[in-house]
């Protein structure tokens, strides 16, 4: 199977079971980023409103550069991965600060951006501007490790040189944006992690895996992810129907998010007499009356498992708390509208909304 026949058949494809979507009706290379870096670790389906979202309220790099941070934050709340929002936004004010308001129009150009690595540069140079250089993402090492039998790791140095030089090897000079979008959904919807549709895939005949009986087998992934286990214990401190909250500071998860005042524990606590030597917490228990804990609230991250349970501690009216300095008290309506962790909004939404 040549080159040029892989790729043609591939657009073939892509013609006729392509889902339409937004940023594939377009060369913005604005709206072609911010698809891209909202997709990164996101299913299409929830990906799909935020997108929209971003649209309507930062319809240019400009409407975006000049947002508060903590707005773009908020918009960006339940896609998790905190870090690429604060990164759009930096980015957002690089380009406009520094690049008179234009995206760099090479793939070299874009690299150069934060919070864009060799993918998201890729597909912006192709969709928005035409340059024949490959995507590489995890539909793509699916789709080439089984019809060409590759079985490198392909979280190895060496498996991703292998498979970026025979993408870009394969891909279309005549139809590069067409090419990239076309392997990629192909990969989405017919050469599929489980059951692909092997009966009616175009390069079946030609398919390395499917001739071998290794389906199932490709693409190699050696490394395993290690998930860390944690333990959050939240204080819902309320006095005079505020609640005191901070803002996450440290270099840790959510980043900027806004949560309650919190106790790490190496293991689910059973009884609140296991923070008696935390002398500041026992400060806040000696002024306040403390309810029982709320159910464990479970959140999954890529490499974390965060268990969290929450104790709602009420202060008198007319006393003064020693809080620690980085608590301070919000409204409801100050609290419905600050960024916060979706673990926290699932408690809030459940306690108190």
């Known amino acids: 199977m040549n080159n040029k026949f892989f790729a043609n058949e591939l657009i073939k494809w892509y013609e006729y079971h392509h889902r339409d979507l937004p940023w594939r009706r377009t060369r913005n290379a604005y709206y072609i980023w911010l698809s891209e870096i909202i997709l990164q670790q996101t299913r299409i389906a929830q990906g799909l409103p935020y997108y929209e979202r971003f649209i309507e309220a930062y319809p240019t790099v400009l409407d975006l550069a000049n947002a508060p941070e903590q707005e773009v934050i908020r918009l960006w709340q339940g896609l998790g991965y905190y870090s690429r929002a604060r990164n759009l936004h930096q980015t957002a004010k690089y380009i406009v600060e520094e690049l008179n308001g234009a995206f760099p129009t090479t793939y070299a150009g874009l690299l150069k951006l934060k919070g864009i690595g060799p993918y998201t540069a890729a597909a912006i140079a192709s969709f928005a501007y035409d340059e024949p250089v490959a995507v590489v993402d ?177 202060a008198p009216r007319q006393i003064t708390l020693n809080l620690p300095p980085e608590l301070t008290f919000l409204t409801e309506e100050e609290i419905e509208n600050v960024p916060k962790p979706v673990l926290v909004t699932s408690y809030w939404k459940e306690h108190f909304f």
């Open 138 to 314: 995890g539909n793509v090492y699916r789709v080439l490790s089984r019809v060409f039998g590759i079985d490198t790791d392909i979280t190895s140095g060496e498996g991703q040189r292998q498979f970026a030089n025979l993408a870009n090897e394969l891909i279309s000079r005549e139809q590069p944006a067409t090419y990239n979008q076309a392997i990629m959904e192909f990969g989405a919807v017919q050469c599929t992690p489980s059951s692909p549709d092997c009966l009616l895939c175009p390069v079946q005949p030609h398919c390395v895996a499917f001739a071998t009986g290794r389906i199932d087998l490709l693409p190699v992934k050696v490394k395993k992810t290690k998930v860390r286990e944690r333990f959050f214990n939240y204080f819902v401190i309320v006095q005079n129907g505020r609640i005191a909250m901070r803002q996450r500071t440290d270099k840790d998860v959510w980043q900027k998010l806004f949560d309650f005042y919190l106790i790490e524990t190496e293991a689910i606590v059973q009884s609140i007499d296991e923070f008696a030597d935390n002398q500041t917490i026992n400060t806040i228990f000696s002024q306040t009356t403390i309810s029982p804990p709320s159910r464990i609230f479970t959140h999954i991250l890529t490499h974390q498992r965060i268990q969290a349970q929450f104790w709602v501690l009420e």
